[in-house]
């Protein structure tokens, strides 16, 4: 069973339930102060105890994410599953060396909400792991494939790409399932407000559980190396993908959306636009850190503090919007930036900043999901069209 399975949950239930059942009808039984009935009080008790913590740890694993299968848990940080598969981007199985290879992590077998039908219909969305050349880090991704993709006219182009990023500690399959993200694109793309877009979705974690803010770790995980240059090399290596950061975007919510803009800020010639759903405009110090990012240098702090940039930095040559309600806990947060954020671009026409502030909404995915089809729209509106095309064979 998947470790995310609700089935494993409701095995070990189960189990809790006989072992409770079985020591009220046992524990008479074994109540003579011998050797052999006191280990079997011992077992009974150790049984029931190791069952229900381990329910409450998969349930809050199910909710938060910290882990999305059984080699993500067992072998943190290992290089991807080789799994065998009559599907690939490309037509042909990929080599044992490539960058990018087929997996079954991830949990895309338990959502029943995608549209069916063919690929050149609707679209397709794999579960592939990512090895990063440089950060040496690798993680599970769903990559949604638009149903032009799979068209035979459009075998020569290039599509535009829509990195998308979960919160903390969300895995990639809260943007399936909590988000709706390819729900929604393949949505707006059949109603012709959305140009098609090839859409990765990630887990700001690579390395869970310590979140790291999609930044470089000072003597750890180069988590921004892997967003920024990892990521759409390896993709690119092996999808019909532009060649050129203007065909390139991040949108995220919550962390993800924190991310989204810092990637873009501190990366114009990976990320030209980005979309920041209730984010956070500095990079925390806190237990989910597990403390300091930067170990305490301040000029990589200082360069991740997203105002700070603003006011000391050149203006990025980037477009941002910046998502959020006017009773969201951190909304003076957000006010703030944008006030700083459209007094830069007011001098500097290359750095532009919209906004989408919602009269209500809390920090949830009901909220997020009302937001994102304005969101994905204007997202597309900012994705220039590639010009590269694939060689003639």
């Given amino acids: 069973m998947e470790l995310t399975s609700g089935a494993l949950v409701y095995s070990l239930t189960a189990l809790a339930v006989a072992s409770l059942v079985g020591t009220l009808w046992l524990w008479p039984r074994l109540a003579r102060q011998r050797p052999l009935p006191l280990l079997g009080r011992i077992g009974l008790l150790a049984v029931i105890q190791v069952s229900v913590v381990a329910v409450l740890a998969l349930s809050v694993n199910n909710s938060y994410g910290f882990y999305t299968s059984w080699n993500d848990l067992l072998h943190p940080g290992s290089a991807p599953l080789t799994l065998a598969s009559s599907e690939h981007p490309r037509g042909a199985a990929p080599k044992a060396d490539s960058l990018v290879q087929p997996t079954t992590d991830g949990g895309l077998g338990t959502i029943k909400d995608l549209p069916q039908g063919k690929p050149e219909e609707v679209g397709r969305v794999d579960s592939i792991k990512v090895t990063g050349a440089e950060s040496g880090l690798s993680d599970q991704v769903f990559i949604y494939l638009p149903p032009e993709y799979f068209i035979p006219r459009y075998a020569r182009v290039r599509f535009p790409v829509l990195l998308t990023l979960a919160g903390y500690p969300g895995p990639s399959l809260h943007l399936v399932e909590g988000l709706r993200v390819p729900q929604t694109a393949w949505e707006l793309e059949r109603t012709g407000r959305m140009a098609p877009t090839v859409i990765v979705m990630a887990r700001p974690t690579v390395t869970p559980p310590r979140n790291t803010e999609c930044v470089n770790v000072a003597n750890g995980p180069q988590t921004e190396t892997w967003f920024a240059k990892d990521l759409p090399g390896a993709l690119r290596s092996n999808y ?40 956070d405009y500095q990079v925390p110090n806190d237990r989910w850190t597990d403390g300091d990012l930067f170990g305490g240098n301040q000029t990589d702090a200082q360069h991740s503090d997203l105002n700070w940039r603003l006011q000391n930095l050149p203006a990025p040559k980037v477009s941002l919007l910046v998502v959020s309600t006017r009773t969201e806990e951190d909304y003076a947060d957000t006010q703030a930036f944008l006030a700083n954020a459209k007094r830069v671009a007011d001098a500097h026409p290359e750095f532009k900043v919209d906004s989408l502030v919602l009269a209500d909404g809390g920090h949830s995915f009901e909220t997020w999901r009302s937001e994102l089809p304005a969101s994905l729209e204007w997202m597309s509106d900012h994705l220039k069209p590639p010009q590269d095309r694939e060689p003639r064979q």
Wanted: charged share 10%.
């Fill in 240 to 279: 019909r993908l532009s060649h050129s950061a203007a065909s390139w975007g991040v949108l995220g919510y919550s962390t993800g959306g924190s991310c989204a803009l810092r990637l873009a800020m501190r990366n114009p010639d990976a990320y030209a636009s980005a979309t920041g759903m209730h984010a």
